[in-house]
């Protein structure tokens, strides 16, 4: 079965400063993964994807995350927060079965920015 | 920019009473979803739906769920004899197929009392 671990449940930054969200996933055979941003009362909105090739995949918003299959990782990174960053993020794991592609989730970060 | 539009965005119901939660995916999506967000915890599958019936379904999903596409545009969640459990935020979400990532929408927030 898959899952997928955030280990962080908040994270407070200041604006300006650089930010690194964990993610750690299990999943048997190559994993489509993904972060989202729900924004309060909003919405999931995708950040970023990656499902081959290059292991870093840039996102909207100034979002990149770097696929690390040894370290059965995709950490999200951006390097100057802004103060309209402040959110929850959701690394989540896709698998394709019989085409449903559900999405398992990990439980998520609240991401605090400091002025 | 298309969007998943779902409706309404809060609805109160009295436990044991039916709920039907709206979703309108975007046009040219082929596979259909529902998650729910109990307060504080992860997002989590109910049922995935493709094809005019439903591809896979979570443990979550028993008796009580059931979805429907009753038109060409339409895709409804009903919950029968609500308990208060249920209470949460439900979200529709689509996509097109293949390896193209999920849309979603903005939820409907369920609260049962």
């Known amino acids: 079965a898959q899952s997928v671990t955030q280990p962080d449940i908040h994270i407070t930054v200041s604006e300006g400063a650089s930010l690194e969200l964990r993610c750690n996933y299990s999943y048997g055979a190559t994993p489509y993964l993904f972060w989202y941003v729900q924004s309060p009362g909003q919405g999931l909105q995708l950040l970023l994807k990656y499902f081959s090739g290059d292991t870093l995949v840039q996102g909207i918003k100034g979002f990149e995350a770097e696929f690390k299959r040894s370290q059965s990782s995709f950490n999200l990174r951006k390097p100057s927060v802004h103060w309209s960053d402040a959110a929850e993020y959701f690394c989540?794991?896709?698998?394709?079965?019989?085409?449903?592609?559900?999405?398992?989730f990990g439980t998520g970060t609240q991401l605090k920015v400091e002025l | 920019e298309p969007e998943v539009t779902q409706t309404p965005s809060h609805q109160v119901t009295q436990m044991g009473q039916e709920v039907i939660l709206r979703c309108v995916p975007i046009s040219n999506h082929l596979y259909f979803y529902w998650y729910r967000q109990i307060l504080g915890q992860k997002v989590e599958f109910l049922v995935s739906?493709?094809?005019?019936?439903?591809?896979?379904k979570s443990e979550i999903f028993d008796d009580q769920f059931s979805v429907e596409r009753p038109d060409g545009s339409n895709f409804t969640l009903k919950i029968r004899s609500t308990k208060l459990e249920d209470s949460a935020m439900y979200f529709c979400?689509?996509?097109?197929?293949?390896?193209?990532?999920?849309?979603f929408g903005q939820g409907t927030r369920l609260t049962v009392v």
């Open positions: 989540a794991v896709g698998a394709a079965t019989g085409g449903g592609n559900k999405l398992t």
């Open positions: 979400a689509s996509r097109t197929g293949g390896l193209a990532e999920a849309f």
């Open positions: 739906f493709y094809n005019n019936e439903i591809s896979e």
